[in-house]
Each structure stands twice: as C-alpha cells, then as structure tokens.
C-alpha cells in the first residue's frame, strides 16, 4: 500500500488538473468577447415581422456585437412583435433615433438585430423604445412583390408602347 | 410456447435486478451526507479512481483528438472550410466523445477494479467479518468508493477534452498547416459556455451511474473466483450500454 | 461484559439491546434453537426441525458431514439469516424479531473467527485488531495501543504489529483475526473451521487458544468443525448434525459409545457406512459392459 503522503500528492495533482482543464475550457474556447455583466441595459423594439429572429440572437452595430436580442413576445394591443434588446454597458451612447433593422448572416444564417447610429444629440436610456424598425425579409413577400412588379410593369409597357407608333404615323 | 414463457420469465428477472440496483442506490443515497465527512477514505478512493486512470485517459485523449483532427479536416476540405477544424473538434469533443469515451474508459479500468476489490472482499468474508462486527459495510467501503468515483469521472472527462484539443491542434496546424489563430478564434467564437456545461454534466451523470454500476456488481458478487470474474465483465457491459442510452436521453434533453 | 482495563476499573458499560440493561436471570443456556426449519434460495433443505442448546461457559463443538450447514447454523445465530420456521434465541432474545440497532448490538457481543481469517487487507495487523474498538468507541489513542497489544499478546503474536495480512501465513492470519475477534470482550466466540488447513503445530497453538480464552476470559465458544480428534480434546459437550437435524449430542465419550452408525461412521472417521462411498449409479457391470455380464 502506497505511504498515505504519495496518495494525497497525486490526488491533489489530479484533482489540479482537473480543474485546471474545466478552467481552460471554460475560458480559452468560448466566446469572451461577450459576456453580459450587470452593466447592461434594455431596449425595446417593435416589429411588424420579425422572421426567424430567436431569442440570443446578436445585436450588432456596424458588424459589432453590441448586445443580444433578450425576449421576443406578442403585443396583443399594438399587434406586433416586440422584441427586447440587452445591451452592454459600455456602448451607452447611442444616438436615440437609431434604426433597428433584422438582417441575415450570410446567405442562409440565423437573424440578427443591426442597429444603425441616426444623428440625435441624446442616446437610449434604458427601457427605451427605438422607433424606427425595419422588418425581417421575409422570402415568400420578397417573391410575391417579385412577381407582381414585373406583372405591373408588363401591363404599363403593352399600353404605353402600342399609341407611341400610333402618333408617329 | 415456451419462448413466450421463457422471454416473460428474462423481462421479469430483468425488472427485478432493476428493481435491487434501484434499492440499492437508495440506500446509497441516504447514506452520502453523513458519509461526506469522512474525508480521508474519499480522498483515497478519488486517487484510486481517477489518478491512476490518467495515463489511460490522457492517451486516448490525445489519440482521440489527433484523429478528429484527421477526419475534420479531411471532411472540411470537401466544404473548403478547413479553418472551422476547431469549432468542429471542440464541439464534438465537449458534447459527445468526451464524456462518452471517458465514461468508457473509466468503466473499463476503474468500475472494473472497483467491482473487483468490492467483490474479492466479498469472496474473503472480509464484509461477513465487518457486518458480524457491527460495521455497515455500506457506509465504510462501499460508499467511499462510489463517491470517489463520481468526483474523478468530471475531472477525467475534462482532462480528456483539453488533452483531445491539443491532440486535434497537432494535426490540423503542424501537419496540414491549418492557420493556428484562426484554429483557436473560430473555436472562440462559434463554442458556448453551454457546450461546456453540457459536457460537464454528461460527465457526472455519467460517473454517477458508472460508479453505482461497479460498486453495485461488486457488492453482490458471488463469494467466488467465478463470481468475481463474472462482476466485473458485468460492470463493462452495463456500463457501456447505460452510458449510450443516458448520453442519448441527455442530448435530447439539453439540444 | 464490560470493559475494564489492568486495575479492574470499569471503562464503560456494553449495555445490551434495547429493554435489557443485564441479562436478569442468567440462564444456563445462551444459545438456543427450537425447530428450525432453514431452506436455501435453490429450494434445498438445511435444516428440518434442529434443536439445540449451548451451554453458558462451555466450549461446544458443531461437527457433522460436509454441507450439512454448519455455516448456515452460525448463520442463524449471528442472525446473518432468518429461519423459515421455528425460534432462534440468543441470551434470551429472538434474533428475527430485533430490529437493525438491537441486532448490532447484540453482534457486538459476539466474536466471530472465519474460515480464512477475513482479515481487512487494507490495513495492517495492528489495525486490523484495533477496528472493532475504533468503530465502535472513543477510547483514547493510548488505550487503544495498549488493548490491541494486550490482544496480540495473548495470541501470542505482539510481535506482528506492524506486518500486512499478505505477509502472514495461514496460521497466523487466523490468530491474528482471533485477536481481532475478542477485542472487544466479547460473551460468545464463534469459530467456523479454525483448524482447516493449518500444519500440527498451529493447529496445537489454536486449540490451546480455544480453551485457554474461553477459560480465562469467561465465555462461551461455539466451535463447528470437522476436526474430530483435534476438537475432542478442549471441547466440554458436542452436537453432531447430519440430514438437517442433530443426531447425537454429549461429550467426547458418550459420542464415541453411541449406538447409531452414522455417529459411529463420523467419529471413527470411516470410509464406508450411512454416508455411502459410491455416489448412486447404475449397476456396475451394466454400464461397463452395456449390458452383458460375463457370469
């Protein structure tokens, strides 16, 4: 039987380097650069469409994640998504008529919430709400709209086109 | 007929070994507060579990990562995404081969020697001896060891994780020349603290039924040569196919 | 029994099972089985209606033929297992009617010597003895040394403190776990085949044992064994069991001048008799010939 003293060495060791690799992989493989402190405010938007925005989803400022998107619920007085933003508070200057607008990452990537600066001298307190949104895409309407545009235009042109050669004779 | 007979007869033996591992762990659980403060014996058996099992661990680690490393970035060149090597190591090591190969190696080296000094103790009279001198056999050998074992298996797993990583990095960076910075920002960015979490706790639930196993098969082993054998054989076999089916439960249950 | 130390100065007082401070009347038997009816898990009967009692202060040997259950008796009385039918009673108590506290603490009064010793291998000799008494009281560091030497001693092995079960021979092993057994002072010493596989002198060394303790520290002994001509020599009264019940009972004498042949068979040690030589089989000349016989 192993002395008492070389057991507990190497359990400690062991019990060390356990711990030693929980902290490694807690802090060296998971995103740091964000970590929600307590320094962080709310924001509230609302959306006619919000498309597949999912709570967690970044909130960025020029391609930089300022925040995440806190809670989606329904508003069932104004009929519309709202949506709740988590900002960190070191970005506490952001002009208060910004825009809000949900974009996609990359071609078929998750949604996210882009805030863009506007020109106001005063910036969101926390509990405001941002009032300029702009929706989520959403692909049907985009072909649909697609499609009744170049209908539109078909039958302006079949018109337009037929009295022009009528005038020159 | 008979196979009728004789496949009710094996579900109900089966309901009723269940049922005894289920007592069994109860009467475990109802031991462990008090048994907690007996420092000294848990300490020997985290040193018997899991320091001696981690020159296993750290190899298969390593091998294991040196070998996702190969596949993914076989795999990812197809895509012409070689520098998501590291998200994809990361997260198979931290969500599934992890805690999975782990809790199999651990059952292999550790549940087995812990089925087996529970069982030769058994076979010795040495647990006829301790309940004859009024000593719960329970409390002074059995519970140290299932304790012992639920603390290593975390620590193990994580070790292993860590070890795989670097393994995977050696790989992708000095033999493909996969970018080292981009192999650690990718892995930075796209891995979340609940990839970590959910290996952590796949590695405890893991250990709490590993553990419960082996001392359990150890406990009631036959006083023989045979019976010992026999219990430890169980203890793999159990092991492995209960950790696969709790590793299923759980990736449903936390994706 | 209580602890006492050199001066006869009581250290504590082992009281006994709930309800009983002192056994009131001391009855001469401490040990007794009424119409025990014992079967195993596989169906196969032990014990078929066994009667006996032990005798307070005597050293009582349990012999009979092999897997008559012998162990199973101690069993019984440890308490390890419950019969079927009929009573067990230990110092007036009924084993299967105590709860886990009182049956502890009626195992705390017994001493028990395995087959093999059943040494704890992870702890030294010294250890080993001084077990029962760390686990089962707070006596200080000192004393403790001083009763675990106390024990070797009288087994004749203080010099062994120090040594691992694994460096003990056979012998020693066994007296190491008699130590062990009475360290506790214990009313009753079970011995369960003390003398399998042990060489002349060791066995002559655990016999003296047997009857010097049970002599010395006033207790009764419980020793099964089939060791005829060893046991006759120390043991005060004897019961021999066969089929699953007790055949013949008495001292060494009386056993030697019994009538019944199976009594007789056993004593004497003979190959032939109530326990046949032959295990049933066909007839000889049938199987060897498949059925031709040369008349």
């Known amino acids: 039987m192993r002395s008492t003293r070389t057991i507990d060495i190497s359990t400690g060791l062991f019990v060390l380097l356990g711990f030693a690799a929980i902290l490694f992989m807690v802090t060296q493989i998971t995103n740091r650069e964000f970590s929600l402190t307590s320094d962080s405010y709310r924001l509230k938007a609302s959306f006619e469409n919000i498309g597949g925005l999912k709570p967690g989803a970044p909130v960025s400022m020029a391609g930089v994640t300022v925040g995440r998107v806190e809670d989606i619920t329904y508003d069932m007085k104004l009929l519309k998504a709202l949506v709740t933003l988590r900002i960190d508070g070191r970005y506490n200057a952001i002009p208060n008529d910004s825009d809000a607008s949900i974009f996609t990452a990359g071609l078929l990537g998750g949604q996210y919430v882009a805030l863009s600066p506007g020109g106001s001298e005063e910036a969101f307190k926390n509990g405001d709400q941002v009032e300029f949104v702009q929706d989520a895409v959403v692909l049907e309407n985009l072909i649909s709209k697609y499609l009744f545009d170049s209908a539109a235009k078909k039958s302006e042109a079949a018109p337009a086109s037929a009295p022009a050669p009528a005038a020159q004779e | ?255 | 029994m209580p602890l006492s130390n050199h001066n006869g100065e009581l250290l504590y007082n082992q009281s006994g099972p709930a309800g009983a401070s002192a056994p009131a009347a001391q009855s001469p038997s401490i040990a007794v089985l009424r119409d025990v009816h014992y079967a195993v898990d596989s169906g196969k009967q032990v014990f078929t209606g066994l009667d006996l009692e032990i005798r307070r202060g005597a050293v009582t040997a349990i012999m009979g033929p092999s897997g008559t259950g012998k162990t199973t008796l101690l069993k019984l009385i440890t308490g390890q297992v419950l019969a079927d039918r009929g009573q067990v009673l230990v110092d007036g108590l009924d084993v299967a009617k105590l709860r886990r506290k009182e049956l502890y603490a009626l195992r705390r009064r017994m001493g028990m010597l395995f087959q093999n010793g059943a040494l704890l291998t992870d702890l030294d000799v010294f250890e080993n003895v001084a077990f029962p008494l760390r686990e089962h009281t707070r006596l200080p560091e000192r004393l403790i040394r001083t009763i675990v030497l106390t024990k070797l001693h009288a087994v004749g092995l203080r010099g062994a403190a120090a040594l691992s079960p694994q460096q003990l021979s056979g012998g020693m092993s066994r007296r190491v776990a008699l130590a062990r057994a009475i360290a506790m002072d214990p009313d009753i010493l079970i011995y369960d085949e003390p003398f399998a596989g042990l060489d002349p002198i060791s066995m002559g060394m655990v016999l003296r044992l047997i009857r010097s303790l049970n002599d010395a520290l006033g207790i009764t002994s419980i020793v099964v064994t089939h060791d005829v001509r060893e046991i006759s020599q120390i043991s005060d009264s004897s019961f021999i069991i066969s089929e699953g019940k007790v055949v013949a009972s008495g001292t060494t004498a009386e056993l030697r001048d019994h009538p019944s042949p199976i009594v007789h068979q056993f004593v004497e040690g003979l190959a032939d008799g109530p326990v046949s030589f032959h295990y049933p089989a066909p007839e000889y000349h049938e199987q060897l010939l498949g059925g031709h016989s040369f008349a």
Do not use: H
Request: aromatic share 8%; charged share 15%; hydrophobic share 55%.
């Open chain 2, 1 to 255: 007929m008979t196979i009728l007979r004789e496949l009710l007869q094996s579900f109900l033996t089966f309901l009723e070994r269940v049922g005894l591992l289920a007592r069994f762990a109860l009467q475990l659980l109802v031991i462990t507060p008090a048994g907690l403060l007996r420092v000294r014996p848990i300490i020997e058996q985290v040193y018997n579990t899991g320091a001696l099992s981690l020159v296993i661990i750290m190899t298969c680690g390593l091998f294991v990562g040196m070998v996702l490393g190969l596949q993914g970035y076989d795999l990812l060149t197809r895509f012409g995404s070689e520098e998501y090597l590291g998200t994809a190591t990361a997260i198979s090591l931290l969500r599934e081969l992890g805690p999975v190969v782990t809790a199999l190696l651990f059952a292999g080296r550790a549940g087995t020697a812990l089925a087996a000094e529970l069982g030769l103790m058994r076979a010795t009279d040495q647990i006829a001896a301790m309940e004859i001198m009024a000593v719960d056999p329970m409390r002074r050998v059995v519970l140290p060891r299932f304790l012992g074992g639920v603390i290593a298996m975390p620590l193990l797993v994580s070790i292993f994780v860590v070890v795989g990583l670097f393994g995977a990095q050696l790989v992708g960076v000095e033999f493909f020349g996969v970018d080292s910075g981009s192999f650690w920002s990718q892995m930075r960015s796209s891995v979340e603290l609940s990839d970590v979490r959910e290996g952590l706790i796949k590695g405890v639930v893991f250990g709490i039924a590993c553990s419960l196993i082996a001392v359990y098969e150890g406990y009631n082993a036959l006083p023989t040569a045979e019976g010992v054998g026999r219990a430890t054989t169980r203890t793999v076999v159990i092991s492995a196919v209960v950790t696969l089916i709790l590793d299923y439960i759980l990736t449903a249950l936390m994706l």
